[in-house]
């Protein structure tokens, strides 16, 4: 438990000492939603009618910027070798690694995610229900990340290569959130069913994702 | 606390990227006793030392601890130090220490300990990023006071060390061996601690 604790701990503070990470995952994210008015042009309902997904999909990419930091560091200077003999299953550190990239790319990013939607003419009692999808969706988009970081761990450039692995992945994700945010905008639907559907494929990620990335990073580790 | 606990390998080997750098190596260290791998490079000395440490497979053989709990587990008794320092720059010394000390699980606060270990004590609130490269290796073997172990893996410690620190790693392996530790050193350079066991690696096949 300890053990636990000091990871995520770790993983955190450097997180926010090594900058880069949350700074430039929120600085794409902002340009991103930023830049679509522009393309666009000034339609206001045009706007409104796409905001929630403009949003997850900005989300999704602003998420996988900082994904190759979830293993790549403590590959580089020989961390993970010494992770590994710590009392904690390896599929445990991964967790702990995912856990941290939520808590310092995902919730963020879902926190902000309102703020941008003003400049998409996002309406305002479409927000809580924006805002909710993305928290309970954006454990699923960093735990995923992991299995891509830990695949690509090693390889030069592994962004890209780590952004094709991983986007398919994400599609499920996408749907359901996108269709639990714009509930309140477009149709009579009920937002229930898809938010249900997102926890779940958060938990199904948070349980399976980290057994498949561990498995990654024994090979990598060879 | 004296340790009880003793290594034994029989008949291991190992393959990298299909070629065989060592097979039907067997030894077997008692409490207290150290080995000391020597070899050309590329003789496969660091992949042993991964070996024991639970990151590479075995190409046959077997390795087993004896004298351990039953249900301990050969990765968790060790240290491995090897050519990376594991130390996050942006993490000052005491912070890297008090890291590895609370992840490896040591039952008290050895951080006082770890830091005087290599006297590092007067870098504590220094970024590790801003170490020299002897400084950076020092905080690397601090790990080993961090937590207590009884299996200690080094691949070439010395590597980047001045002549004071030369002495306090001798002094270091030497003090652990006598506690009933086991010691594992890969090593060109010769070291003044007297190691029970000595292996040659790569002796027919080097080219």
Known sequence: ?222 | MPQTIGLAAHGIGCQRGGRLLFEDLSFNLAPGEGLLVTGPNGSGKTSLLRQIAGLLPLAGGTLGVTGAREDAVLPELCHYVGHANAAKSSLTVAENLTFWANFLGSCRDHLPNALAGFGLAALADFPAGLLSAGQKRKLALSRLFAAPRPIWLLDEPQVSLDAPSLKLLDGAIGAHLAQGGIAVVASHTPLKTKFAHKLTLGGKRAR
């Open chain 1, 1 to 222: 438990m300890r053990a636990a604790f000091a990871l995520l701990k770790r993983d955190i503070a450097l997180a926010f000492r090594e900058g880069g990470a949350m700074g430039t995952a929120l600085g794409f994210y902002l340009m991103v939603v930023a830049i679509t008015p522009l393309g666009l042009g000034p339609d206001l309902n045009l706007l409104s009618r796409i905001a929630p997904g403009m949003l997850w999909i900005a989300l999704l990419l602003a998420a996988l910027l900082s994904a190759d930091r979830i293993f790549h560091n403590d590959y580089e200077d020989g961390a993970l070798d010494v992770l590994t003999t710590g009392p904690l299953p390896l599929p445990l550190v991964a967790a702990i690694k995912s856990l941290a990239h939520w808590i310092t790319t995902g919730v963020p990013l879902a926190l902000i995610a309102p703020l941008l939607g003003l400049l998409l003419n996002l309406p305002l009692d479409a927000i809580p229900l924006l805002v909710l999808s993305m928290l309970a969706g954006t454990p699923a988009v960093s735990f995923v990340a992991a299995i891509g970081a830990s695949l690509t761990l090693g390889l030069r450039r592994s962004g890209l290569l780590l952004a094709l692995l991983v986007l398919p992945l994400y599609v499920p994700v996408l749907i359901f959130g996108v269709a639990t945010a714009s509930a309140a905008i477009v149709g009579p639907a009920s937002p229930w069913p898809p938010l249900l559907m997102l926890c779940a494929l958060s938990l199904a990620s948070i349980v399976l994702a980290p057994i498949a990335a561990s498995a990654a990073l024994r090979t990598a580790l060879r």
